[in-house]
């Protein structure tokens, strides 16, 4: 498999608006890698209880082994190894009832956003009264903007009234080969072996 290599940064920013009107404003910032193999690196970054944590996750699709790790205050220094194995009987599906929830979807003009073209749309969904013991109809409306070439999300943004407003912006890309070394497990560290 070959594709698009790149690096890149999101930043996620969720703002709650509380009953009383105060706000909590969160803002996770995400850093994204891909080689032209297909491996990716995802590494989080965000303050949990007052401390910097960085959550990191490595994918080879080659090998199909997934590896994760945090640094920070209190964490080992422990890599977990997810092999995947091929699932010999696969589940039948199980079907539930699901309630419907009404929805619309539109298609928004291509951008342009950080140099790299995109594709948008539009989803609304209406959660209708009393399905979830509300008093009037719930809109959920959410707008995404995709990169093909890079199978990447550039921006989006979800409007949710019980939850607020997340906003998520990709910056920074860089389409040249990353470094080798971000697709390794870091030196000094354990490597666990977990069930997939």
């Known amino acids: ?3 698009q290599p790149y690096t890149a940064k999101q930043q996620v920013t969720r703002v709650q608006t509380l009953a009383d009107g105060s706000t909590v404003r969160t803002v ?5 890698a891909r080689d032209a193999e297909g491996r990716t690196r995802r590494e989080t970054v965000r303050t949990q209880n007052g401390d910097l944590v960085h959550t990191f996750q490595i994918f080879d699709f080659v090998t199909q082994t997934r590896y994760t790790w945090n640094t920070g205050n209190n ?8 092999q995947s194995r091929p699932n010999p009987q696969p589940a039948l599906p199980t079907y539930q009832a699901q309630r419907y929830y009404p929805y619309r979807s539109e298609s928004l003009p291509p951008q342009t956003i950080s140099g790299v073209y995109t594709e948008g749309s ?3 969904r209406t959660t209708p009264i009393g399905y979830v013991g509300n008093d009037r109809d719930l809109v959920t409306t959410t707008e995404s903007w995709y990169a093909p070439a890079l199978s990447l999300q550039m921006r989006s943004t979800i409007d949710d009234p019980r939850a607020g407003k997340t906003t998520t912006e990709t910056t920074d890309i860089n389409q ?3 470094d080798p070394a971000l697709f390794q497990p870091p030196a000094g560290f354990t490597l666990k072996e977990t069930n997939p």
């Open 122 to 124: 539009r989803y609304i």
């Open 176 to 178: 040249a080969d990353p």
């Open 75 to 82: 964490y080992p220094q422990v890599v977990n190894v997810y």
């Open 28 to 32: 996770d910032v995400i850093l994204l």
């Open 1 to 3: 498999m070959h594709v």
